[in-house]
């Protein structure tokens, strides 16, 4: 059964750096989301991607943060340099209708 | 603005009870899409129903039910005879009309079950 992945599925970083999370997607989906929670908190929308452009972002999704399918199967989300608070799981989700959802990458910053 | 409630935080039964799982909704649609999805201990999100506003039928899948009521904006979901693999914490999300809109999730509920 196709399945959303992420890679990592742990990242620790430094307060200040860059990293990218990646996400590929399931072959025939054609809307793309990036979600977080912070540990023991709900599931929060960062952003919608829809044909290579942003269709929806929240407040959350400042300049620090960007996405992009740079190759048309991989899905990105990229934090330019990174604060304590972006410490949490991040999940990438396509769909067609229903969102399927990826394992998660479990960001910290330290 | 869209909303979704579960009040309930933590739950905590006996392995064989029946147990229900609330949500409240609030949107300004009149076309939406409710869902639930569960989060197991491995951290994973895993859908397990979405609803259409316009079908009010309930559903029953296996030991899970879902009651929608549109009049009291809920949609309520029931695990008959919990099994300690029930165990997670369950999400109920809703979605605006538009095929890439977002999901605005509730709080969530951690469910353990007991043997």
């Known amino acids: 059964e196709p399945e959303v992945t992420q890679t990592p599925s742990h990242q620790v970083t430094q307060m200040g750096q860059e990293v990218i999370l990646r996400c590929v997607p399931i072959s025939n989906h054609l809307y793309f989301y990036w979600y977080r929670q912070i540990l023991g908190q709900k599931v929060e929308f960062l952003v919608s991607f829809y044909n290579n452009e942003i269709s929806e972002k929240s407040e959350i999704f400042d300049d620090q943060f960007s996405v992009e399918r740079p190759d048309g199967s991989n899905f990105t989300l990229k934090i330019r340099s990174t604060k304590l608070e972006d410490s949490a799981m991040y999940f990438c989700?396509?769909?067609?209708?229903?969102?399927?959802f990826g394992p998660g990458t479990r960001l910290t910053v330290l | 603005a869209q909303k979704v409630t579960q009040a309930q935080t933590e739950i905590s039964v006996v392995e064989k009870e029946d147990v229900t799982l609330d949500c409240v909704y609030e949107?300004?649609?009149?076309?939406?899409?409710l869902f639930w999805y569960k989060q197991p201990p491995s951290g994973e999100l895993v859908f397990l129903i979405r609803?259409?506003?316009?079908?009010?039928q309930n559903e029953i899948s296996g030991r899970y039910s879902w009651n929608f009521q549109k009049s009291t904006s809920s949609f309520n979901f029931t695990i008959t005879a919990s099994q300690v693999v029930d165990s997670a914490v369950y999400f109920c999300?809703?979605?605006?009309?538009?095929?890439?809109?977002?999901?605005?999730f509730g709080k969530g509920i951690t469910l353990s079950v007991r043997p």
């Open positions: 609803r259409n506003s316009f079908d009010e």
């Open positions: 989700a396509s769909s067609m209708f229903e969102q399927f």
């Open positions: 949107t300004r649609d009149t076309t939406y899409y």
């Open positions: 999300a809703l979605r605006e009309p538009g095929a890439n809109s977002k999901l605005t």
